[in-house]
């Protein structure tokens, strides 16, 4: 039997990525994309994730369950409260972009370093990184360079731009046991970074899907 995942989008940049690590990973999986960009548009305005932000969000997430999703899997990561919410009220699984790559980087070393190009993401992926570390028991310390400037080209269609400006700031992370690329879209950048480090670079597509198809095929054999 088919299991169909959706796709909770709030950037349409976050797409390609995902589509193509379903397509490496788990082409089987019928996958249906739910896409609200005015959600990064509004958050962008914000200091902070607002209570309406929150409940914009959650809303999405419960028509995703209510096309009978067997899982979600959301790809923008400026929205950990609200995914915390939504993971709460659904009796599925929900997945945030990032955890599986966290968990990756774990196994990497102590010393990680992190490429962000949205700054509205970096707080709520801090606090969700250290969350993991405290889990896990770990002493592991996150720094994260922010390349401003490079998510606004890539909307634009300039993924050349965009790559060149991200692996440009990779050599300020080169000390680090590892490199995380921050979000689904800076993945689009990972040989760029590959070939200005020697450390190991993750991004987070792959991991999340590899991680969803286990947790769905978990769930199917306990039923």
Known sequence: MTSRIVLLHATPVAMAPIHSAFTDLWPEAELVNLLDDGLTID????????????????????????????AILVTCSAFGPAIDRLAAELPIPVLKPNEAMFR????????????ATFGPAVETMTAEFE???????????????????????LR????????????????????????MLAHFSTSNAAEAVRSRVSIPVLTAPHA??????????HCGEEK
Request: aromatic share 4%; hydrophobic share 45%; proline share 1%.
């Open 131 to 153: 969350e993991f570390v405290a889990q896990a028991g770990s002493e592991a310390r996150l720094t994260t360079v922010l390349v401003a400037d490079a998510i606004d080209l």
């Open 104 to 115: 990756e980087a774990l196994n990497s070393g102590k010393n990680i370093g992190m490429l």
């Open 43 to 70: 958050r962008a305005k914000t200091p902070g994730l607002t209570a309406e932000l929150t409940d914009r969000f959650v809303r999405l997430g419960e028509y995703a369950h209510d096309m009978q999703a067997a």
């Open 156 to 179: 634009k269609g300039d993924r050349e731009s965009h790559n060149r400006l991200v692996a440009d700031r990779a050599h300020e992370l080169a000390h680090c046991d590892v490199i």
């Open 208 to 217: 999340a899907v590899s991680l969803i198809k286990a947790t769905v095929n």
